[in-house]
């Protein structure tokens, strides 16, 4: 079992910032992708950015050149910057950890508003 906790969300402006974070705990594998995947009011869950424990990424096209996303092996933590944020990015953000068996947070609310 992996358990994941999330913490960054919140309520910004637009073209502000904001960064999360996740930290996965328990049966860690060495080899694993971990990052973030989001869900508006209304529409299906959609990758925003993976990164995997050797540092490749994946990023949704929405998000490049915005968001970065990051993580810390050591602490099995994985972050994702967010900048230039706009109302079309609030969602409820879930950080996803897949290393065969996928596992998911609870999720965190990002709302950009003015």
């Known amino acids: 079992q992996v358990q994941l906790r999330e913490s960054g969300g919140g309520l910004v402006q637009p073209g502000g910032s904001l960064r999360l974070s996740c930290a996965a705990s328990g049966s860690i594998s060495r080899f694993n992708w971990m990052g973030w995947y989001r869900q508006a009011p209304g529409k299906e869950r959609e990758l925003v950015a993976v990164?995997?424990?050797?540092?490749?990424?994946n990023y949704a096209d929405s998000v490049k050149g915005r968001f970065t996303i990051s993580r810390d092996n050591a602490e099995n933590t994985v972050y994702l910057q967010m900048k230039r944020l706009q109302p079309e990015d609030t969602a409820v953000y879930y950080c996803?950890?897949?290393?065969?068996?996928?596992?998911w947070g609870q999720g965190t609310q990002v709302t950009v508003s003015s």
């Open positions: 990164i995997s424990s050797g540092g490749s990424t």
């Open positions: 996803y950890y897949n290393s065969a068996v996928k596992y």
